[in-house]
């Protein structure tokens, strides 16, 4: 076993805090990898509090992880030692169900491992992320990163970017259409990047009117204050999709009325109480309301290379492993620009 | 004007009672038919007591209306006195937005005229639907009637029957999809019917076993009893479509989990209270909750030319006017088989 520095939560009520565990030896088709950047994802928060329930302890949270390839199996082809390399939020799935056949491995029929918080296709041995100097994953869950691209900035691609970019892909947004983006965070900047770079028309919905400098400095084109009525009714109808990152209770009606006949509002954010949708929301203009989940691992690659090749990362503020609770504190209020990742060398 | 003979409700709280009213005038483009028959939609029953609020008295309903051509204005091209014609829920649009020009009259960006509880395109006339014995509407919103079918039984397609077509063209329904069909009433019955023409493997979903052997006559593949959890099990992840035509509150996180991924849950009804949606009912999947919404004047007329083509009609029972009420009594308990039908010639 690979003796393992990382940080854990004990229970739903204590506190991240050092811990030293095992991984488990490189097989044949693992690779190894010295984690050097972290992302803080708001679901770490979520899943260490156990808001959704079925959390296991002890926990190392991260599933935004970077680094670089210490030691390979025998039988892996795809990576060498040396080579830069990522892992998001899934580390194995059924492989023989429709979806993973498919390259949808985020939805196996069977269940998918998470990176953290998950159990293994064993079915018994718990999952550990990347708040932690190293991890071992098998080599088919392990996605090039390129030498181009700031390392610490592609962290969040690996949960905040498949999760913007496969939606968009999915519903073929680009030139000719008008996006909403709600809500300006870690999805959301990347939203707006990629919706820049797909074609749309961006347009960020927001209820801070102090993020509207940052939105157009993203590339957005328009900023619209969503608490202001009369800015809201300035966009009434006029949307082809939205995309929406908020994870925090929302009234769905109010931004159903903003699409166009035969508009799309995609979910990617998990609020804790269920959304409360009037048919006539939907029936009014034939009107979509969808979810989507993070990306397969070939739409993961497709889409750290396209941002390789057209130089897209996330805006980061780097921070200090000790410092991790600030980091949270600050995510609950909004207070970040755009993802908190963790440099690895401070564990 | 036209004296005309109808039945009214005067307020939201009384009962549907004759009363003598009268139509305009048949204009240069107009039509003018004698109502033979008129299906009782539970749209009816909402907007008689305003519970979608808004309701407009004294009101005539009636929005599923057949008969015969009596005079037509001197401009009209499509009709002659003798044709069978028939109107469903809209008798107006503004006719230059963009949804108008492409045949989407349901989706007038302007507001169309309902046919009946609705205001002309003047902002000022109600209009007074089809428990009456004649009817003017301009020729560019009267359907043709084939004379190949029963047309009593004509009747509930101008709603009915629209309201499901519209929607499995829209997202394609047919040949190798599995489309369950929430509910087997007026919409549930039709839906049967189009899914099997359009060659999808058609399940029902009943709360009501009773219901079992006239799904299977209606051509239904499968039937499951809705609340038998061990029945539901076995169809979860399974269907492609699920056509919801339930206006009583109901649980779609249920259903949305027996859709398989990238699955499409289509309601057709409006239940009073808002849907309760939970984030990863949609996301686990990528599922879709969509709305349709009758269906424009082309398209209603290619399901009429359809439904000609191929012997398709509702199933109805016919009543009398004088019992109206009971039929609203019957309705709400469900005991219809599956479209009451008034013979508008007991006035």
Redesign the interface.
């Known amino acids: 076993m690979i003796p393992t520095k990382g940080y854990a939560v004990q229970d739903a009520k204590t506190d991240l805090a050092p811990w030293n565990f095992e991984r488990r030896e490189v097989g044949p088709n693992d690779v190894q990898f010295d984690i050097q950047f972290c992302g803080v994802c708001h679901s770490d928060l979520h899943q260490i509090k156990d808001d ?1 329930g079925g959390s296991i302890y002890p926990m190392v949270p991260g599933h935004e992880i970077v680094g670089k390839v210490i030691k390979v199996g025998s039988h892996v082809k795809k990576f060498k030692i040396g080579d830069f390399a990522g892992t998001g939020c899934l580390v194995d799935s059924c492989r023989t169900c429709e ?1 993973c056949q498919e390259g ?1 491995e985020q ?1 196996c ?1 069977n269940g998918f491992t998470a990176t953290y918080n998950g159990i293994e296709q064993d079915k018994k041995t718990p999952t550990y992320g990347g708040y932690s100097n190293t991890i071992v994953v098998h080599e088919d869950f392990v996605l090039h990163v390129s030498d181009k691209l700031d390392l610490a900035a592609v962290a969040p691609l690996l949960c905040a970017g498949i999760t913007t970019y496969s939606p968009m892909k ?1 519903w073929k947004i680009g030139k000719g259409h008008k996006l909403a983006v709600l809500g300006l965070g870690g999805l959301g900047h990347m939203a707006v990047k990629f919706g820049v770079a797909f074609g749309a028309e961006v347009t960020v919905l927001s209820t801070s009117p102090k993020k509207e400098a940052d939105a157009i400095k993203l590339g957005a084109h328009k900023f619209v204050v969503t608490n202001d009525a009369e800015q809201l009714k300035s966009v009434a ?1 006029n949307f082809n999709f939205i995309l929406d990152t908020v994870s925090a209770p929302h009234d769905l ?1 109010l931004y159903l009325s903003l699409l166009k ?1 035969d508009g799309v509002h995609i ?5 804790p109480t ?20 993070i990306g397969g691992l070939p739409e993961t690659q497709e889409m750290l290379d396209y941002c390789a090749e057209h130089g897209i990362v996330s805006e980061i503020e780097m921070i200090h492993i000790k410092n991790i609770h600030n980091a949270y504190d600050r995510m609950i209020k909004g207070d970040v620009r755009y993802r908190f990742v963790i440099d690895m060398a401070t564990l």
């Open positions: 959704w979806n949808l939805f029929l999915h109808g009606n006949t979910c990617v954010g998990v609020p269920p959304y409360e949708v009037h048919a006539f929301s939907l029936i009014g203009g034939r009107k979509s309301l969808v979810g989507s989940l």
